[in-house]
């Protein structure tokens, strides 16, 4: 089992860059899909960007594209997500999933991952 922990978060401005981490501990990364999601209360957690289980396939969240890079540091079984042009509507807790199992074609769905961390909080406000 794997367990994961986010972390740097903070207050940012608009059109500011940040990058969260995730770190793994328990298991290595490899063979396990990984996803960044985010979520607001009141509304269902958001796909942001994901890493498939084989392959290295990277994908993005609609409103993220273009903005928003996932990568992965296998030596320190890490995955990070950097983020650039920040906007207001960014702001949300982000968190790392990992999954042995999830395939493709669910790769942007959160009822796909069983292993979560605990969240870290992005707020993107002037």
């Known amino acids: 089992q794997v367990q994961l922990v986010e972390s740097g978060g903070g207050l940012v401005q608009p059109g500011d860059s940040l990058r969260v981490s995730c770190v793994a501990s328990?298991?290595?990364?490899?063979?396990?899909?990984i996803g960044w999601f985010r979520q607001v209360p009141g509304r269902e957690r958001e796909f942001v960007a994901g890493?498939?289980?084989?392959?290295?396939?990277?994908y993005y969240g609609d409103s993220v594209k273009g903005r928003f890079t996932i990568s992965r540091d296998n030596g320190k079984n890490t995955v990070y997500l950097q983020m650039n042009s920040l906007r207001s509507e960014d702001t949300a807790v982000y968190y790392c999933?990992?999954?042995?199992?999830?395939?493709?074609?669910?790769?942007?769905?959160?009822?796909?991952?069983?292993?979560w961390g605990q969240g870290t909080q992005v707020t993107v406000s002037s």
């Open positions: 999933a990992a999954s042995r199992t999830v395939i493709t074609s669910s790769i942007r769905s959160h009822t796909a991952y069983h292993n």
């Open positions: 890493y498939s289980r084989t392959g290295g396939y990277t």
């Open positions: 328990g298991s290595t990364l490899s063979g396990y899909a």
